[in-house]
């Protein structure tokens, strides 16, 4: 399948200041470009900033960022799903995942995520896509928002809203492990019934949950 990337680009005004919203960002700008120190929700900012660049050399790669200056201050990753996930067991090639969106404490409650995820969804490509994201309340800052679990989970399905994820059931184990975590995604505008179907199908493994 080829995989067309279309740059697209905002401006956020923000209290700290003026950010740019932008991507794909191709991996040699990405790796000229600063990454903030607070960037650590999976792993250190280092180890992050190397992984973003390796996912935007993948054919699927998708790397949008949110940049002050010269400095990535926040960031969504789109990818095939891993493997090891439920999600490719349909070999589906017009099946994506968010794998990550995360922004710097500073710039959180200024509308950084919903511009990286509108952004996103800007490029015209994605409409031949199915993107889905799986959100598990275990990644969530809960201790750096002060929100529980169900506060944050509001929070982020109006983020996910902003870029047209909605909620969709599942049986899928970790999902079904709490119930604030859900999988939600976005059926693009030409993806074939038959796609739809494949998706449904891993959706639901376990038939009596329809």
């Known amino acids: 399948m080829e995989h067309k990337k279309t740059y697209n680009a905002m401006e956020l005004k923000t209290k700290h200041g003026r950010i740019i919203i932008e991507g794909p960002v191709p991996p040699h700008e990405l790796q000229t470009l600063d990454f903030h120190e607070e960037l650590v929700a999976f792993r250190p900012a280092n180890q ?4 973003v660049v390796g996912i935007a050399e993948l054919p699927e790669g998708r790397i949008i960022i949110a940049r002050s200056n010269n400095t990535i201050v926040g960031y969504a990753t789109f990818l095939y799903p891993d493997p090891l ?8 090639e017009n099946l994506i995942e968010l794998g990550a969106i995360e922004v710097i404490p500073k710039f959180r409650g200024s509308g950084v995520g919903k511009a990286l995820l509108k952004t996103s969804m800007m490029d015209d490509a994605l409409e031949d896509f199915i993107v889905i994201t799986t959100e598990y309340y275990w990644h969530w800052d809960l201790k750096g928002t002060g929100l529980n679990v169900w506060e944050y989970r509001k929070i982020m399905e109006k983020m996910m809203q902003a870029g047209g994820l909605e909620y969709y059931a599942t049986d899928e184990p970790e999902i079904s492990s709490h119930p604030a975590n859900c999988l939600m995604a976005k059926i693009g505008s030409r993806v ?3 796609s739809v179907q494949k998706f449904d199908q891993l959706r639901f493994k376990h038939r009596y949950m329809y």
Not at 48 to 51: E, I, L
Not at 85 to 92: I, L, P, T, V
């Open 192 to 194: 074939d019934r038959e």
């Open 85 to 92: 996930e439920r999600w490719s067991e349909g070999n589906m």
């Open 48 to 51: 992050q900033h190397k992984a």
